[in-house]
C-alpha cells in the first residue's frame, strides 16, 4: 500500500511540475541569466539560451556580441526547439554581413558563464545534448492507467494470498477428519521418491494397487506428460506409434487420430481391466489426451519392444522349429488369458480381441511374442450374461475375418462367438510363422494367408466367396510332414479355422498342445 501511495505522489508531481529530486528547481521552472530583465534572470519551463551575433569576413570570425534569456516550453516541438541549433550546424544568415546563432541549455543559470564571446566547450557539449526529446508530459489519464494497474495488482495479490490460506486451512480441517491427503496423492503421481532411473517396471510395482489393473490415473498422466517423442515406427488407420524415451527408458506411445476416438477409449478401458496384465499381453503403461487448443491428442503408453511386430519380424528373419513353438506358444498363452474368466472380488472378465493378426501381435526380444491393440475388444458381464461390446464403425481386419464374421452369421449375443473367431485368426498366424520355419532345408518367403486366393487389399465379397462359398485355407505344403514339430503345427492350423465355428480348439487346448509338443520343457506353463 505503502508503494502505491509513493507511486501516485510521484505522478501528482510530474503534472504538477514539481520534481521532487532537484532541488535547484523553483516549483519545476528554471532559472536562467537574462540580458534584458530587471533582476538579470528569468524563469522559464523550457530551457535557458544565448543568441550569438558574428561577422562573416572570409571565415567565421570570433562572436561579436551576445544576448541571452529564457525560453518558453511553447517555443518547443516534439522536445526541440524551433529556433535552437544543435550546436553542429552552421550559423543562419541575419543580413549580408552578420550571422547569427541560437544555443540552449536546460540547467540553471547555465547561460552565465560566456568566456571571450565564446560559450566554454563543456558548455556547447552539454548544449548539444539538450537536443534530446524530453520525457512525454504525464496527464490525468496516466495517473488513473497507473493507480488502476497497480490497484488490480494489489487486489490479484490478495485474492491468490487469500486462496492459499483458504486451501492450506481447508487442508489440514479434512486431515484432522480423518480423510485422505490430497496433496500427498499428487506428490505420488509425480513419483518424487523413485529416483530418475527407477525402471519402469518397478514404478508400476510399486504404485499399482494389487488389482492387475494398472497404474493410478495420477501416475498415468504424470508419466505422458514427461515422454519425449522420438522418431514414428508405424501408421496405421488408427493415427501413428511413436518411439518415446521417459527417464532413459524407452516406451512405445500409440497416438490416435481424434476420429478414432471410440478405439482408444475402448483400448484403454480394456487395459484398465481387474488382472488383465500379462507378460504375452502388450504391456499398458500410461494413456492421456492432451489438447493443444486445435486439436486433441489420444495417447496410449505402452512397453516398446523393438523386434516390432511379428509382421515385420517374420519379413526380416527365418525361425527354426524351437523359435517357432516359443513364438506359437506364447501368442496362445496370451489369448487363453484373454478369453479366461477369473472369478472372484479381483476377478477378470473374459475378453476377446476380435482383430488378431501378424501385425497386431509383437516379438519381444526373448523370442516370445505379447498380443496389442486391443481397441475392438468385447468382455463377457458374468453377472448379466451379456456381451459388452461397442458399436464401432470398424470391423476386424478383412484377410483374418472368420467364416461367420463374412456371412455375418455370427451370434453377437454369444460370447464364445468372439471366441471362436479369434482362434479362427490364431491359426492363419500360426501358419504365417510356420512357413517361416527352417527345418534344415530352407523357407518359404514370407506371405500373408490367402496371398495367393485374393488381391493385396481384398473386400468382403472376395473374402466371402474364398472361405465361405469355396471353403478354401492357406495352402499347407507337403514336406511340413517330415518334422514333427510343423506336423503339429499343421494340425493345429487345420483345427482352428474349421468352418464349423463349434468344432474348433480353443485357445487353452492349443495352449496345452505346443506346451506338451517334444522336449521342450522349458516352454511348459
Known sequence: MFYILFVVCWCLCHVSGVNPLNPETKEGLLRCVCSDCPSNECVTDGYCYVIFTLEKSGETTPYKSYENGCANKGSFINGFNVWCSDGKGAPQKLNETHYFMTMCCNTPLCNQNIVNNRLPSEWVKLSQETTTEEPPEWNLWHIILVASI????????????????????????????????????????????????????????????????????????????????????????????????????????????????????????????????????????????????????????????????????????????????????????????????????????????????????????????????????????????????????????????????????????????????????????????????????????????????????????DMRKVVCIYKQRPIIPNKWQSCEELRVMSKLMKECWYQNAAARLTALRIKKTLANLGAHDDLKC
Open 150 to 461: 497497480l490497484l488490480f495488482l494489489l487486489l490479484a495479490i490478495i485474492v491468490i494470498s487469500l486462496g492459499w490460506l483458504w486451501h492450506h486451512r481447508k487442508r489440514n480441517r479434512r486431515l484432522r477428519r480423518g480423510f485422505p491427503d490430497v496433496e500427498s496423492v499428487l506428490d505420488r503421481s509425480e513419483v518424487p521418491l523413485m529416483g530418475p532411473h527407477t525402471p519402469i517396471r518397478d514404478v508400476i510395482e510399486l504404485t499399482s494397487s494389487g488389482s492387475g489393473s494398472g497404474l493410478p490415473l495420477l501416475v498415468q498422466r504424470s508419466i505422458a506428460r514427461q515422454i519425449q517423442l522420438i522418431e514414428i515406427i508405424g501408421k496405421g488407420r488408427f493415427g501413428e506409434v511413436w518411439r518415446g524415451r521417459w527417464r532413459g527408458e524407452y516406451v512405445a506411445v500409440k497416438i490416435f487420430s481424434s476420429r478414432d476416438e471410440r478405439s482408444w477409449f475402448r483400448e484403454v478401458e480394456i487395459y484398465q481391466t481387474v488382472m488383465l496384465r500379462h507378460d504375452n499381453l502388450l504391456g499398458f503403461i500410461a494413456a492421456d489426451n492432451k489438447d493443444n487448443g486445435t486439436w486433441t491428442q489420444l495417447w496410449l503408453v505402452t512397453d516398446y519392444h523393438e523386434n516390432g511386430s511379428l509382421f515385420d519380424y517374420l519379413m526380416r528373419y527365418p525361425v527354426d522349429t524351437v523359435g517357432m513353438i516359443r513364438m506359437a506358444l506364447s501368442i496362445a498363452t496370451g489369448l487363453a488369458h484373454l478369453h479366461m474368466d477369473i472369478m472372484g472380488n479381483k476377478g477378470k472378465p473374459a475378453i476377446a480381441h476380435r482383430d488378431l493378426k501378424s501385425k497386431n501381435i509383437l516379438v519381444k526380444s526373448n523370442g516370445t511374442c505379447a498380443i496389442a491393440d486391443l481397441g475392438l475388444a468385447v468382455r463377457y458381464e458374468s453377472a448379466t450374461d451379456s456381451v459388452d461390446i461397442v458399436h464401432n464403425n470398424r470391423v476386424g481386419t478383412k484377410r483374418y475375418l472368420a467364416p461367420e464374421c463374412l456371412e455375418e452369421s455370427i451370434n453377437m449375443n454369444h460370447f464364445d462367438s468372439f471366441k471362436r473367431a479369434d482362434v479362427y485368426a490364431l491359426g492363419l498366424v500360426y501358419w504365417e510363422i510356420a512357413r517361416r520355419c527352417n527345418t534344415g532345408g530352407g523357407c518359404e518367403e514370407y506371405q500373408l494367408p490367402y496371398y495367393d486366393m485374393v488381391p493385396n487389399d481384398p473386400t468382403i465379397e
